[in-house]
């Protein structure tokens, strides 16, 4: 997930005795908003005109071809929760999203469309593949870490935003520490000061030795902020983490009880520190981290983390189609309709604990997705297809589609390979003849082989260019022409050969 989209906060206070280094904008040091606020401002910047469905399929168009029954039903989903937004409190509770089931083969644009749509609205997304969990009772992961992960990610994400909000603040700070670390290392023994007659001290002495310290100030601020300091060694004071020997203990069904007993004891143990010396700007990373640390609430990026999991949480879930219940001779399939069994009360909404507090999944949009090749969406438990009330099905890609994959996209394959080349003065040109080429051969060895759909393109565009890859030296300056005939030389042997193609495309 990328940054969160609300406004960053300019936050700078102006340091005590520091005016050299650093002055605030404002003179004043912002607070952040209260999480609810904060949350409604996210809110309002996606409720825009620029987020309604029409335009969110147009900016999906923009990477992924074709699909469009699939980005109109993520788009309404995603439209569905900006209007829930704008509800009644009570209203609003009552009203739930609508869980998506996508069927269609592997490559045809199923996970890239969820995850497109949540960097659009900057939700917090989690990929999961139903295969890796299994039911209660068995080993491998719970279904419940579904949720747990997707708040570990949230709350990375967040704090992320919260260290772009004060790092300012923080590197004022620490330039201060660096100063007065300076100053002290720098000071001489103060003369020994004659108390006078009459037990008045001589005033005089002090303000002078003030004054000096003052001056010093300002010119070791000036060298600071020039730069002409960075290489000079410092002594500075730093915290040593809590690291607990014990941390290995946490493993598969035990990931609370780890962190729990990792929390309990890092708090108990008190902070050590300890000298350590290093060069000016080293330092200056070390105390903007400790300040950083000092300057964020984690309690607040914890209350708003969940409330963006709660609120605008997106899990998609791939391969449901691999947990189909199936009839054995030796028992259940665990991995299957008793993961089915054990994801339901999640997709209806629960309570899932985790160590930064409850989360109620209510409100979280799951999608579902399987190329159902060996298995029928029917053949899912009735509870379990009722949990996904919108069906869409994707095609498979035609030779056409191929084609516009490599050209239309601003990702596309031909784009990233020539950019990545031009960094060593390699021009790559893509004839149009040499596109359909490449499109004409993914789409043959889809047809003969495993569809892998778009997929393909990767293992094809890195035979045509392992040699330009390889020797890009010998090609510097040349413009390197990718047409029919590079391609068919490249491509035409592996290709005829079934028996290679299976293990090199």
Known sequence: MSALPHERLEQTTSAPDAPEIATSQNGTGDQPPAPDQQHL???????GEELRPVEVVRRLDEYIIGQGDAKKSVAIALRNRIRRQQLSDELRREVLPKNILMIGPTGVGKTEIARRVARLTASPFIK?????????????RDVESIVRDLLEQTITEVHDDRIAEVEGQAKELANTRILETLLDADDKPAPRVEQPEGGQVDKTAEAAAARRRRARRRRLAR?????????????IEVEEPFQPAFEGFAGTGLEEVGYSLSDFFSQMAPVRKRQKRMPVSEARTTLMQEETDRLIDMDRVYDDAIRLVEDDGIVFIDEVDKI??????????????GVQRDLLP??????VHTRYGAVRTEHVLFIAAGAFTAARPSDLIPEFQGRFPIRVELQALSEADLVRILTEPSNALTRQYAALLATENVTLDFAPDGIDELARQAHLVNEEDENIGARRLFTLMEQVLEEVSFRAEDFNGQTVVID?????????DLVRNQDLRHFVL
């Open 41 to 47: 401002d996210i809110v309002d910047e996606v409720a």
């Open 128 to 140: 999961v593949e139903a295969t890796k969990f299994t039911e209660v009772g068995y080993v491998g």
């Open 484 to 492: 029919r005939s590079y391609v068919a030389a490249r491509l035409g």
């Open 324 to 337: 189909c219940g199936r009839t054995s001779d030796h028992g259940p399939d665990v991995s299957g309709e």
């Open 223 to 235: 060298r600071l902020a020039s730069g002409a300091l960075e290489e000079r060694p410092v002594d």
């Open 346 to 351: 999640i997709l209806e909404g629960s309570t």
